[in-house]
Nanobody, 124 residues
Framework: QVQLVESGGGLVQAGGSLRLSCVAS????????MGWFRQAPGKEREFVST????????YYADAVKGRFTISRDNAKNAVYLQMNSLKAEDAAVYYC?????????????????WGQGTQVTVSS
């Protein structure tokens, strides 16, 4: 059974930084692309970033491009999201997800395992 456990969320001032972590277990981590999605209150879940299984390909939502960086450490079964220059509109629950395939994807339908989420709150 695959488990994804996120950590690193919290309260930060606008302009600040946070680093989210997600540790996976249950199947061979390095075989699958990983992604981060987020959901703000009253809004649908949206794509944030994705990384291919070996880390060679990454994609970002336009809203976070240049501020967020996704990375992974296959030896630690972990994926990270470094978030800099945080804005009020970045506040949401952030979800780590594991894809059904090795190549990265922006679409939630391509992910079959999800973490429980970690809250990010940005104060202005």
């Amino acid at each position: 059974q695959v488990q994804l456990v996120e950590s690193g969320g919290g309260l930060v001032q606008a302009g600040g930084s946070l680093r989210l972590s997600c540790v996976a277990s249950g199947r061979t981590f390095s075989n699958y692309a990983m992604g981060w999605f987020r959901q703000a209150p009253g809004k649908e879940r949206e794509f944030v970033s994705t990384i291919s299984r070996a880390g060679g390909t990454t994609y970002y939502a336009d809203a976070v491009k240049g501020r967020f960086t996704i990375s992974r450490d296959n030896a630690k079964n972990a994926v990270y999201l470094q978030m800099n220059s945080l804005k009020a509109e970045d506040a949401a629950v952030y979800y780590c997800a594991q894809a059904t395939r090795s190549s990265s994807s922006k679409f939630a339908r391509d992910y079959n395992y999800w973490g429980q989420g970690t809250q990010v709150t940005v104060s202005s």
